[in-house]
């Protein structure tokens, strides 16, 4: 089922129509084989450029960070070592990824918050570390006491050139990279080079730069030319250019379709959109997310849905995106809140205080001047001290205005939780956790599918995991359809399930049904 988007025209003779329709067709197919050449490649260059961007980001912020926490150890260099080895300890624990920090003076390693006091030099350890200079890095594959695993090494002196300062070591795990391009594919891999050598996709091994495959499509450098990021993509095939070549007359089809659709209507779909509203057309099932360790629902994600009295019942991924680019999302994102304000007040002689009532929330709906009034609204409608709101934002279309973060400041200050939901799909994901300040992670469920599957995607849901856990935050997955993906996800701690495995989404009076013999008949 397609919906249209303009206007319903006055019924016109069926040659007329299909005339139009097929020029219109045949327009589109032409326009779409000459510019979709350039497109794909522009937009391949797009997506490695801002690939590159912001690994180089990440990996500068993190240089800088160590850099500072060096910096400050600094004047540990003039003490002995059984008075400073717990500072050092305490700071490598809080410090992520760190291995250790190690005192050096005169160019003698003589404290290390691993193996306290010693007597080393330090260019056994590290012997391509320059202690002459003010500060140096260097990759290794490994130190002596743990040789097989690739670690960066960070040097930092006092300045007054007597090889006194400190040392880092950090370790180096090209897995979690792959979170960066796994789901592109127009990359096939990048590296991080440091002097003469390298880490990269292609090898678990520090090899030498010229080992690298040549000609990557991205270099970028940190501005203190301290290491450079290489990114590698791959061109089109011939199998691109024939599938190009389906795509187009795709394409050509679904455009004489939907303008021979558009041209046989006879009204607006807007109009049925806010008609359906006001006749109460719109309804919203719940879907229960379960806590791991409990196994009781910790609260539920509101679902809406539309039974058109003509075309049955709309999927919501069909009127969802016309409601955005029509400028209907804020109205029926009202109508939502309304409808789940009053579903909760006869939910709660059924659900324990506290439980989470989670909304979908449009990105464009939150840059939009009525938004905090609506949510005041919302707010004022419910029993806030019986749930807990949580709004749900879809990373892949995250808000990119500059007044984002005042605008999550302000809703949790208003006692609303955030997630942002189907993590992994969208193109800046890592850049989101650092800038924001976010409640929960929702794991995109092609990550969960991937479970038990030798998939591109199977390492990367580990990956996922991991940076959700060191970033403190709780984790919901979603879609869960087995018991062996469920299984998977607990051994790995994830907080919340979520999918068919433990319920459908359900309608007002069949979730009270479900929390009476799930929770309460558990309670008694």
Known sequence: MVLPSALYRKPVSTSLRILISTL??????IVFVILAGHAIQHQRQNQQYELAKTGLMYATHLADDLDQKMVSLLPLTALDCESVVNTLASKAVFSGGVRAYILVRDGIAVCSS????????????YPKLDLNRDSDMVLQQGTPLVPDRPVIAFWHSIGDGTRTGVLLTLD??????????SRERTISGLALTIKDRAISTFEP????????????????????NRFTFRLYGSPLSAGD??????????VAM????ITFYVLSQQRRLDRDILQGIKRGQFFLVYQPVIHSETQLPGGFEALIR????????????EFIPYCESEGLIDRLTQHIMELAAQDAHRLIDFVPKGTKLGLNISPLHMTLDSFKADVRHFLDLMPTEHFIPLFEITERSMVQDGGAEKIFDWLHACGIELAIDDFGTGHSALIYLQRYKIDYLKIDRGFVNSIGLETVTAPVLDAVLELAQKLKLQIVAEGIETEEQAEYLRQRHVDYLQGYLFCRPLPLEQLCDYYQQHVNGKLV
Do not use: C
């Not at 219109?24 to 197919?29: D, E, G, K, N, P």
């Not at 040549?214 to 940190?222: K, S, Y």
């Not at 250019?241 to 795709?250: F, H, K, R």
């Open 24 to 29: 219109i067709a045949a327009l589109v197919a």
């Open 114 to 125: 691993v193996t306290h006091s010693m007597s080393s030099p330090a260019s056994k350890i």
């Open 172 to 181: 180096i795990n090209p897995a979690p990279y792959m979170l960066f391009f």
């Open 205 to 224: 091994k520090i090899v030498a730069e010229n080992a690298l495959p040549a000609h990557p499509d991205i270099i970028m450098q940190d501005e203190k």
């Open 241 to 250: 250019l024939g599938l190009l070549g389906l795509v187009t007359l795709l």
């Open 254 to 257: 679904v455009a004489w379709l």
């Open 306 to 317: 539309w039974k058109h009295p003509k075309l049955g019942l709309v999927p919501p991924d």
